[in-house]
């Protein structure tokens, strides 16, 4: 590396977690009309890493293998007469999806977090392919 192009790069930092949110913000008013109501009564939580109790619930070693979560009761299998626990989550890690997006190397961030949001949404609303594929047309 030249000195040029390591001076270029020294003052770039990763996306903060509030990058992150803007990103998934972006995502969420991106999605069709009839999929934003659903979507807007779903907590969404950017952290940096999985809390290690869940990466052991899952029986997952690496924490940069789970770039997200669906936490929660699909709608399709939801009751009236259920009482929640707590809100449905999506949770969103930000140093798993930086090091996949870093990886890859030809797709954009948002692009990466949009489909890690839909793909938890997903869970949530128990959509089929052909929903996601209206929503999230990732392998284009």
């Known amino acids: ?11 770039r930092i990763a996306p903060a977690l ?5 990103l998934v913000a972006a995502a969420q008013a991106a999605l069709p009309p009839e999929f934003r109501s659903a979507a807007a009564g779903i907590a969404v939580r950017v952290e940096d890493f999985p ?27 939801k009751s009236a007469f259920d009482q929640p626990m707590q ?4 949770w969103l890690f930000r140093r798993p999806i930086l090091d996949e997006w870093a990886g890859r190397g030809n797709v954009a961030l948002g692009e990466l977090v949009t489909h890690v949001y839909v793909h938890e ?19 284009e």
């Open 18 to 22: 509030e990058d992150f949110e803007a």
């Open 51 to 77: 809390p290690d109790a869940l990466l052991d619930e899952m029986e997952i070693d690496d924490p940069y293998d789970l770039t997200g979560l669906y936490d929660g009761v699909p709608l399709t299998e």
């Open 87 to 90: 809100p449905d989550t999506i």
């Open 1 to 11: 590396m030249t000195p040029t192009t390591h001076r270029r790069w020294a003052a």
């Open 121 to 139: 949404l997903a869970h949530h609303l128990g959509w089929s392919d052909a929903d996601i594929a209206r929503v999230d047309r990732w392998w």
